[in-house]
């Protein structure tokens, strides 16, 4: 299986999936994912051997309270888990290097330590979600990231951030709307 289809799991009682590592892409329709609108749905584990976890997959999964992604993965795409407002368990594996634009918008993660390769944060990547801290794990010094514009506007609960050596470049309005005094 290398395609799976709009709310391919939509009217299931489905509460826990495994998606295959080979898995590159998903559709979506007017923001809910592959994954989104089930009910039921509460777990979401990639297989050992994913490279990547493709955009949209679980945009609109409000009920999903946990996702495992394994060692080896490198990008979680656009919007993957975009409104997963349960979400409260991810360990982001250590060989990821970009999280696109959109990829926790409106989450419900409350913390969070984002990998030391990690080369890029996209625009909105965790914008108004429910983070009260953020830690950037310090890389090695031929790392270098970027932060793309809003990563954290509106995260109203947000108070602590800390920013490892290896950012390079923030964009604006990184921490507007959030309860963040100091970096």
């Known amino acids: 299986i290398t395609s799976i289809g709009y709310r391919m ?9 495994t998606v295959p590592k080979n898995v590159k892409s998903c559709n979506s329709t007017s923001g ?49 888990f975009r409104e997963t407002k349960k979400l409260s368990q991810i360990v982001l594996p250590e060989s990821l290097t970009v999280i696109e634009s959109g990829a926790f918008l409106e989450s419900g993660l409350k913390s969070i330590t984002i990998p030391g390769k990690i080369t890029k944060v996209g625009h909105y990547a965790f914008q108004s979600s429910q983070l009260e ?30 920013l490892s050596e290896n950012i390079t470049s923030i964009g604006y309005r990184m921490i507007y709307g959030t309860r963040v005094a100091s970096i």
């Open 133 to 162: 801290s953020v830690i950037f794990a310090d890389g090695d010094e031929y790392t270098k990231a970027t932060l793309g514009n809003y990563v954290f506007e509106n995260c109203e609960k947000l108070e602590t951030v800390k």
């Open 32 to 80: 809910i994912g592959t994954l989104g609108g089930c009910d039921y749905l509460k777990e979401i584990i990639f297989e050992d051997g994913t490279e990547a976890v493709p955009l949209y997959i679980a945009s609109g999964a409000t009920k999903v309270e946990r996702v495992v992604i394994p060692e080896g993965v490198k990008q979680i795409g656009y919007d993957a």
């Open 9 to 17: 799991i939509y009217g299931t009682r489905v509460a826990s999936i």
